[in-house]
């Protein structure tokens, strides 16, 4: 298996564009996390998802932040407008089931300029 | 609610020395507990876990104990190496009582290991 696969690895914006993130999970994981990692607060879990459906979104910093899993094998997640302070590095996960640990991909490093 | 606390960094040590990185958590019922590892530039990696009390999680060189009286998971090395350098993070899984936490992991802030040949 590949593994989670996120794509792009580097993405460089201006302010107020938008940006879409993609992750593909390992087939047959029924959970799927987008966090977001900064020096200043860490790992945030932003939204995860089970089975396709969003479980808890109460991680997204604002309205700007949308996520969607339309099926088992892709998600996104998008940022319109960006702003320079969601500067990050932004990870996918996957699980095959509560309590086993997850799969993270290598992350997207995001620069809003 | 749940979480993970880890003992402060950075830490730095030589080849060779003995390694401790201490974490202790608060969960309501019985969760499983991980390591993970993030070398630079890279996504984290499961390095270790436990899924119940006195269980022992090991993996290349770096052990730790699931102790549910202390409520802790520190992990320990008996002689770190050079390529030891990461960031290590403890966390928990919430195995019980659905809702919204079930199934998600709860982190420490990480702890930024240095070996020095």
């Known amino acids: 298996d590949a593994g989670v696969i996120q794509s792009p690895r580097h993405e460089v914006t201006e302010m107020g564009q938008e940006v879409t993130l993609r992750c593909k999970p390992i087939?047959?994981?029924?959970?799927l996390f987008w966090y977001r990692q900064t020096m200043m607060r860490g790992l945030e879990l932003l939204i995860y998802?089970?089975?396709?459906?969003?479980?808890?979104d109460s991680g997204m910093p604002e309205d700007r932040f949308s996520a969607k899993m339309p099926n088992a094998s892709f998600s996104t997640l998008k940022i319109q407008p960006s702003e320079p302070r969601d500067s990050a590095v932004y990870f996918c996960?996957?699980?095959?089931?509560?309590?086993?640990?997850?799969?993270f991909g290598s992350g997207t490093r995001l620069t809003v300029v | 609610g749940n979480s993970v606390t880890q003992m402060e960094g950075p830490v730095t040590l030589s080849e060779e020395a003995f390694l401790t990185i201490n974490c202790t958590y608060t969960?309501?019922?019985?969760?499983?507990l991980f390591w993970y590892v993030q070398y630079p530039g890279e996504g984290l990696q499961l390095l270790l876990k436990?899924?119940?009390?006195?269980d022992k999680g090991s993996n290349k060189g770096f052990e730790a104990t699931y102790r549910k009286e202390t409520t802790s998971f520190h992990l320990e090395k008996g002689s770190v190496q050079v390529s030891d350098s990461a960031v290590y993070f403890c966390?928990?899984?919430?195995?019980?009582?659905?809702?919204?936490?079930?199934?998600?992991?709860?982190f420490g802030q990480g702890t930024i290991l240095t070996v020095h040949p």
């Open positions: 966390a928990l899984s919430d195995n019980g009582g659905g809702g919204t936490s079930y199934g998600k992991l709860t």
């Open positions: 996960a996957s699980s095959f089931r509560a309590g086993a640990g997850y799969t």
């Open positions: 087939s047959g994981h029924d959970y």
């Open positions: 969960a309501t019922g019985y969760p499983s």
């Open positions: 436990a899924t119940k009390a006195d």
């Open positions: 998802f089970n089975n396709n459906v969003p479980i808890d």
